[in-house]
């Protein structure tokens, strides 16, 4: 029989790949323990409408990413593309609408159907933060200051870049939109073909266009930035200035928009030179209307979420591997101080394991082969005794003790 493959733009978490993904995790649950973020798990998949109705029809994701399923019971589910829309409805169906803010971390795999590369998976794993009931600017800073400590304490301060932009709210990108529809109008002639034809359907489309035509047209193109209203301009100014006072660097890029619909606001992204065209590490803004269009009261959040492959892949070292204690009884009636011993120090939180099979001398080779740190050698004589000996398989140096001396001294030596 031919041998089974995983499937395309699958891996497996085996040897130095899970030592990695575990330390992005570890690390990024540590830091948002500290900013008072709760962890929470959703099911990996869920009804296709709580991705279809709030990712927005025309997104990416919706169109050609999903994996969707009719089960046996004939209803649409879909494997999870990405963990927002799922907290939302968590938050809503948990009955927590009342109970703001509500600071939630989450970790696990995701599923997009996309054509698989460096760091572009089709199950991929993110970690991610949402801070529902974000009332205020200063949250919104508070959020992106948690995902730079992450990045900070993973030792990826010094190869990411913060980039920041405003979507304002939907008057100032209403105000843009008929801005843009107008300046296109009155030069329609120097247009390429197929962005007039888009001007009525989706003139924000022409502003990614590659046609040289359009191109030398966007230079003189209305700018955002110039149709902010009172509240989104303030709400852009003091995002900035909390930044600041959190000591988060950004450079700020009008191109950041999101894929997803959502966004209103604070749009952001992590981005490093090191991983070719997946670029992005890390990315999140502010949503309103999410928790609304999940069936509760309007709530306005922010959030982000990073991949863990590409975050994984930027690790400088790799986590080592935990060095174990060898315990050897070197013959048969060493066997039970050789279990007590191992256990004891197992129970003493230490890394350890009973070696019992063939040999002693194979069984020391092997050991010093596997990079243990140290070997427990229990034999009759010393036994007789109540002392081991213990031998620094680094320093190549060893000395008896008393068998109930050996956790104490192990514990101070690791
Ligand atoms: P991209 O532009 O790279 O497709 P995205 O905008 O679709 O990213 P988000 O939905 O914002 O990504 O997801 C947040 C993060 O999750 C990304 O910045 C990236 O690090 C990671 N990510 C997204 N899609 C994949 C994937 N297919 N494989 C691995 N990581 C991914
Ligand atoms: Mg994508």
């Known amino acids: 029989m031919s041998q089974l493959q995983p499937v395309r733009g699958t891996h497996d978490l085996i040897g130095e790949t899970a030592r990695r993904h575990a330390h992005v995790v570890d690390t990024a649950r540590e830091i948002a323990r500290r900013y008072g973020y709760e962890e929470w798990a959703t099911p990996i998949f869920e009804d296709t409408r709580v991705f279809s109705r709030t990712l927005g029809d025309t997104s990416d994701v919706v169109t050609k990413e999903m994996y969707t399923f009719e089960d046996r019971g004939g209803d649409s589910l879909t494997l999870r593309p990405e963990g927002t829309a799922a907290i939302c409805r968590a938050f809503v169906t948990n009955g927590l609408t009342q109970a703001l803010p509500q600071r939630v971390f989450y970790q696990g795999p995701m599923f997009r159907y996309e054509r698989p590369q460096k760091g572009r998976f089709r199950q991929f794993h993110q970690i991610g933060a949402e801070l529902l009931g974000a009332t205020d600017p200063l949250m919104d800073a508070e959020t992106i200051a948690m995902a730079r400590d992450i990045l900070v304490a993973l030792g990826l301060g010094g190869c990411v870049t913060l980039e920041l932009n405003t979507l304002g709210d939907v008057e100032s990108r209403q ?23 888009r001007l009525d359907a989706n003139p924000l489309r022409i502003l990614d266009s590659k046609a040289p035509q359009d191109r030398a047209l966007l230079a003189d193109a209305p700018q955002f930035s110039s149709y902010l209203n009172a509240a989104s301009a303030e709400f852009w100014d ?28 604070t749009a952001f992204e992590f981005v490093t030179d090191r991983l070719g065209a997946q670029s992005t590490v890390l990315a999140g803004g502010r949503y309103e209307g999410l928790v609304a269009q999940m069936g509760g009261p309007s709530t306005p959040a922010i959030g982000w979420a990073g991949g863990i492959e590409r975050l994984a892949l930027l690790l400088e070292n790799a986590p080592e591997k935990v060095a174990p204690v ?8 060493g066997l039970p101080a050789a279990i007590a011993t191992v256990q004891a120090l197992r129970h003493a939180g230490l890394a350890a394991s009973l070696e019992t099979r063939s040999s002693l001398k194979k069984r020391m080779e092997r050991v010093v082969k596997s990079g243990a740190s140290h070997m427990v050698l229990i034999g009759e004589d010393e036994l007789s005794r109540n002392m081991v000996t213990v031998r620094d398989l680094t320093t190549r140096t060893q000395s008896e003790m008393p068998i109930d001396a050996v956790a104490g001294h192990l514990l101070k030596a690791l």
């Open 175 to 197: 105000a843009w939109r008929e801005a843009l529809i107008a300046y296109f109008r009155a030069h329609e002639a120097a247009l390429s073909e197929e962005s007039r034809l």
């Open 238 to 265: 003091s995002l900035r200035r909390h930044l600041e006072r959190f000591d988060v660097a950004f450079v700020e890029n009008p191109h950041i928009v999101r894929g997803l619909d959502y966004y209103s606001h």
């Open 326 to 333: 060898a315990v050897l009884p070197t013959g048969e009636p």
